[in-house]
């Protein structure tokens, strides 16, 4: 999970977790996620879902409480969770209306699927990269299967972030900042900015950007 991943879940959808709240993630890049540790609501039922062959979480598939052999057929009961939770899921998922109908169908009714996803990323391979999906998108897919949308937000809190601490130097759509293959590159960019960003007419001249993180984070209600 990048950064700003991380603030849009704290910001807009930590507080949906309460503490009776049975939840199931799909696709967790680690057990427990990332996302079960910045809820820390400890008494919340926390299931995870993904395919057995996924080498993001190594040896813990063995924590997995479902395994799928299709991404479209979740081996879960119908009307079973308060929260379906998913980030840096559904731009990998080739079919993403037939997800979410699936997602729906285990999600009680007055139940909320969330998810994060990224719009500004280049294309990665995980094993497929297949969508960009911006607010107008989520709404369409939304609307589809009968869902409420209760939140949609396209943003950057990392930008947000950065600018709360004077960084000089225009801020681009791209990877998160913090990203292990771009902070090298910040490190250098942060240094360089603040050593010219003073100079006078030819500081601004030589600012070199900084990539930052823009996410979706959605909230849609079953009816």
Known sequence: M???SALL???YAKGYIREDSRILEIGPAGIPSEYQKLANVPSATWHFIDF???RYIDAATSK???TMQDAYRFPVPDNEYDIILSGQVIEHVQKPWLWLKESKRVVKPRGLIVTINPVSW???EAPIDCWRIYPSGIEGLA???GLAVELCVCESLEAERL???KVRGPLIPGRSYTYPETAAYTRFALRWNAL???LPVVGRRVLVPIEVAFDVVSVLRKN
């Open 143 to 145: 609307e589809e299967h």
């Open 122 to 124: 280049p294309y990665h």
């Open 2 to 4: 990048h950064l700003n």
């Open 196 to 198: 010219v960003g003073s």
């Open 52 to 54: 057995s062959d996924t």
């Open 163 to 165: 600018r709360e601490g």
């Open 64 to 66: 997995l409480t479902y």
């Open 9 to 11: 879940f704290s910001r």
